[in-house]
């Protein structure tokens, strides 16, 4: 088998570069690597994310929509694909965001303690950390509110970015537990961890865009 280092240079419409390293072998000619760049700090912690309560994740997803998007509303999406899929016509889905009030919504994302949330940070009050909250989560929350606050200075798409990706985030949390709730005793160990585990691939492909963003602007 021969391996062959090599450098692949991908020039988008907006002329950002992107540089893959890898090595091919001849054993599959056709084979390409696609690497996805992510800052060197987290978004979220993911064992944190699903601690989150049901109706606290509903309250930060209200926030987040301006209002357009909730627990209630997401039921209401299920029942109509339920009954979509037995023939009957159903409603568009509402958009997730309120675009005309993103920047109320970004400064409840980076103001506030949605973030915080998302690493189980507790506070006293202000910017002071519980000693219940390890400092690493704690510092974490602040690095990604920095960074995402930074990225922000230099583009309008960043903050709605932002703003969108933490949405889904929070409707994968209410999606979880609505998920958990519809399991029955006897089926518990075996559909629970498959539920979290679909749940945990949700979220790593809701921030990947934003983490690729975040990453070229460092």
Known sequence: MIKM?????????????????????????????????????????????????????????????????SAKAMKEERKHKKKKSSGESTAQSPPEVDHSAIQLSFAALTDGNVIEATFGV??????????????????????????????????????????????????????????IESIGFLAWCVRHQKVRDAAIQDLVVAFEPLNEVLAASI
């Open 122 to 179: 507790k506070s006293t009050g202000g910017m002071k950390r519980s000693e219940h909250t390890s400092e690493i989560a704690f510092n974490n929350a602040k690095t990604a509110k920095a960074a995402i606050m930074d990225a922000a200075i230099c583009s309008d798409s960043i903050t709605q970015l932002a703003v969108e990706t933490y949405v889904k985030c929070f409707r994968i949390v209410v999606t979880y537990h609505m998920n």
């Open 5 to 69: 280092p090599f450098e692949h240079i991908q020039v988008d419409a907006n002329m950002n570069t992107e540089i893959a390293y890898g090595t091919l072998t001849n054993d599959f000619p056709d084979q390409s690597l696609s690497v996805h760049q992510s800052p060197n700090f987290p978004l979220y912690d993911p064992d944190s994310v699903f601690e989150i309560p049901r109706n606290i994740a509903d309250g930060f997803l209200i926030l987040l929509s301006g209002g357009l998007t």
